[in-house]
């Protein structure tokens, strides 16, 4: 099984910038078989977002093969990170998210 996990940034955002560094290195503690990681510049890769309209910096999207575990913003912080990834890694439960979500979610999956 896949996990995808794509954290959804800004260029011009500085928290963006700080966090670009902090995502990488928890993404890089996780078991990585099967894991495909993405930072996604939402103004660059436009056409990937779709109609998806982020408001809060950073945003974070975990899904597997069928379903999106996690789709919202999260505080800047490591450890809150850390936390919410080692939780939606570990539970296949299926969140309740917008269907723009899901729609990115689909494209990650197809490699878009």
């Not at 990834?85 to 999956?109: E, G, I, M, N």
């Amino acid at each position: 099984m896949s996990i995808h996990i794509a954290c959804l940034c800004a260029a011009w955002c500085r928290t963006c910038e700080s966090y670009q560094e902090v995502f990488e290195a928890a993404c890089a503690e996780l078991p990585q078989d099967g894991l495909q990681v993405r930072w996604i510049d939402i103004e660059d890769e436009a056409e990937l977002i779709g109609d998806l309209d982020i408001e809060t910096f950073p945003t974070l999207l975990i899904a597997d093969d069928t379903q999106v575990r996690f789709a919202g913003p999260l505080t800047p912080q490591p450890e809150t990170l850390r936390r919410v990834l080692r939780a939606h890694l570990a539970d296949a439960t299926p969140a309740r998210v917008d269907a723009d979500y899901l729609k990115l979610a689909s494209r990650l999956r197809s490699g878009t």
